[in-house]
């Protein structure tokens, strides 16, 4: 087996018993890179030089005899809307093509003290809107389990290339589900992580109420781990959490005896492919049989949970990206004759068509006329969404749903119909109106070879016990190791 097809936790124990060399893996990486890249189109910029420094450094290291972090000599990818000093940034707009950071995410930096190279930055929905990656500036990412297909969005980019061995984990960012559903997709796992539980700095903005960043991994394990790195307070992101430090690994135990496991009947309704339903229960059942109990609960403000969310996070959208001006940095217009032309055409050059959409729905809700009509009322909703998982809460330990509706798509079916494409979000949405964590573990596929993403979802702060029955799903599942 080659080495970029070994989860991240296999490539730590080989490196700590000296079989492989951090120098090894990373140019693993930049071949398979160089061989597959040019069909799934994962990277919008490739920083092999950076990623061979960083290996350099933690082979010479390890021959010194020091005990490094898990993940050094590990490489990984990063979303193209976190911020990397001295590299291209560009939330795959036009808006911001040319964009250098010149300071690093929180994230990135917490990835560079475990010491993992940097192997570039990847395609995503124009500034993290979309569920299809067809919304970037610059290319479509094809899906690696069928080159046809999309690979979901807006993190699509992340999960093509932990499915293509491009990269043994990435980064994504999720506001409505742009972690889950490409993992759903494209048959890897993506945590949501607990709103307040990974810092948001330097990440670019999309919906700063919900916007979180975690993983996409090859597995659980490694879900976990990179969980470990990112997770804790910083005092650069007021809304991150002060709490105790956790390892996640602690959780992986192959046991779910006692567990209660809530089967919401909203999140079982007609619009989800059969296929999909039938291949979760199986999984459900599976799990009472190895003495989980399973009950069934109600979330009866579900179905307002997509509406909400279309009126929240592009009135969030329409705020974070009014700095966008043209005018401190980013596009800007070179025929406009005045200032205010300006503005107006390095806008309307620089946002593509779905990002403009969701710029004049927000600045629309947000309006005098209708904010009590539309922006409170959707408020509301969100908070009666959240006293229904509180409520659910009280009577399970996690939720188990599908991830998405249905498997991946093909290119260009859904690309000029948007109200398709919103309903991709129709059952990850919901977690990330009430904060909570949730990921997405494969299950199975379906009669046309397609991964089936399992959705758990926990209580704020509960990504151990999501952790936990993810694993045994797993296990239960033969869906984890090493890339196929």
Not at 60 to 86: C, V, W, Y
Not at 252 to 265: A, C, E, F, S, T
Not at 355 to 369: E, F, M, N, P, W
Request: hydrophobic share 40%.
């Amino acid at each position: 087996m080659s080495l970029y097809q070994h989860t991240a936790h296999q490539l730590r124990d080989m490196l700590r018993r000296q079989e492989t060399t951090a120098v090894e893996i990373t140019e693993s990486m930049l071949e398979r890179i160089e061989t597959i890249e040019p069909e799934v189109k994962a990277y919008l910029t490739t920083t092999p030089e950076l990623a061979r420094s960083m290996a350099r450094v933690v082979d010479q290291r390890l021959k010194q005899g020091e005990a490094l972090p898990d993940l050094a000599g590990i490489p990984m990818g990063l979303k193209d809307n976190m911020s990397t000093k001295g590299v291209r940034t560009t939330c795959s707009s036009k808006m911001l093509e040319n964009y250098i950071p010149p300071f690093d995410s929180t994230v990135y930096q917490r990835l560079m003290q475990q010491m993992s190279p940097l192997l570039g930055k990847l395609n995503m929905d124009e500034f993290a809107m979309g569920t299809s990656t067809e919304n970037s500036a610059f290319f479509t990412t094809a899906n690696p389990r069928d080159l046809q297909r999309v690979p979901g969005g807006s993190s699509g980019g992340s999960a093509a290339a932990v499915a293509a061995g491009t990269a043994i984990f990435t980064l994504g960012s999720d506001t409505g589900g742009s972690i889950r559903q490409p993992a759903a997709f494209c048959g890897v796992v993506g945590l949501k992580p607990t709103y307040g539980l990974v810092s948001r700095y330097g990440v670019v903005a999309f919906a700063s109420s919900m916007d979180q960043v975690g993983p996409l991994t090859k597995d659980v394990t490694d879900a976990a781990l990179v969980l470990n790195a990112i997770a804790g307070s910083d005092p650069w992101d007021t809304t991150t959490a002060q709490r105790e430090t956790l390892d996640y690994t602690a959780f992986l135990k192959p046991d779910v005896k006692g567990m209660r496991i809530g089967l919401p009947k909203e999140y079982f309704v007609e619009g989800v492919n059969p296929e999909i339903k039938d291949r979760i229960n199986q999984t459900v059942q599976q799990l009472a049989a190895a003495g989980a109990e399973v009950v069934e609960i109600s979330l009866p403000h579900t179905e307002y949970a997509l509406a909400a969310y279309y009126i929240i996070a592009p009135a969030e959208c329409s705020s974070n990206l009014a700095r966008f001006d043209g005018v401190r940095y980013g596009y800007r217009s070179e025929t406009a004759p005045d200032v205010v032309t300006m503005y107006k055409e390095s806008r309307g050059e620089g946002f593509g068509a779905e990002v403009k959409r969701r710029i004049l729905l927000g600045t629309y809700v947000l309006s005098a006329d209708a904010y009590e009509t539309y922006f409170v009322q959707a408020q509301k909703v969100r908070t009666l969404i959240t006293t229904d998982f509180q409520e659910a809460f009280q009577k399970c330990d996690v939720i188990i749903t599908p991830t998405t509706p249905t498997t991946a798509f093909q290119k260009g079916e859904k690309v000029h119909d948007p109200q398709a494409l919103y309903l991709s979000d129709l059952l990850t949405t919901p977690a990330n109106m009430a904060g909570l964590p949730a990921i997405s573990v494969p299950c199975g596929f379906d009669q046309a070879g397609l991964p089936i993403g399992l959705q758990i979802m926990g209580p704020a702060f509960g990504e151990g016990q999501i952790l936990r029955t993810a694993y045994m799903v797993e296990q239960l599942t033969e869906t984890g190791g090493a890339a196929r």
